[in-house]
């Protein structure tokens, strides 16, 4: 059995990974993956008593193969009576967790970055311009003489972004 899971930080894939072993405590293993982050470079494969590298690491490289991030996967196995051989388990983990996978909505998301402006009040009209051009997202914002915004940028756009802020005249600050 394999089962895919949304985490986003090491502490829910701890939560995920007990929970089957409490649930399902009398399979032999429980061998799971998981990558975490926006590129995926926080990650982890667990053997779980399998031979090294026959069952983390299949698992592991269908989430890599699949291009995804924030995921679990643990495959749940029970030892059926007939030795696979080191080959034959990471067949069985590599398609378990393609199964897993395939069965599985795939939730896409937009990575976004949120930078705080700040501004002079001249400078405004550009400012509003740009946040529409680029249909920036706002969280919060106060118009006074000295004027301060925080807006959500897709990750891709934030370096044009700061580009156009810094044509306009008047601009004080982006972080």
Do not use: W
């Not at 399902?24 to 995926?40: E, I, K, N």
């Not at 590599?94 to 395939?102: C, E, G, I, S, Y």
């Amino acid at each position: 059995m394999a089962f895919a899971y949304p985490v986003s930080s090491e502490e829910e894939v701890k939560e995920k990974v007990d929970a089957l072993r409490k649930k399902y405590f009398d399979a032999r293993h429980h061998c799971y993956a998981y990558r975490l982050g926006a590129s995926g470079k926080q990650y982890r494969a667990n053997d779980d008593g399998e031979p090294a590298n026959s069952a983390g690491k299949p698992i592991l490289g269908q989430l890599t193969a699949y291009g995804l991030t924030n995921v679990l996967v643990v495959v749940v196995r029970y030892f059926g009576g007939i030795l696979l051989g080191v080959g034959g388990l990471i067949q069985a983990y590599r398609q378990a967790t393609a199964d897993a996978l395939n069965n599985t909505e795939i939730i896409t998301g937009i990575i976004t970055e949120t930078y705080h402006l700040s501004f002079d009040y001249a400078a405004m009209n550009h400012v509003l311009k740009v946040v529409k051009d680029m249909n920036l997202e706002c969280d919060g914002q106060d118009f006074n003489l000295t004027c301060t915004m925080n807006v959500k940028v897709r990750k891709s756009q934030a370096e044009q972004m700061k580009k156009r802020f810094e044509t306009i005249e008047s601009f004080i600050f982006i972080s």
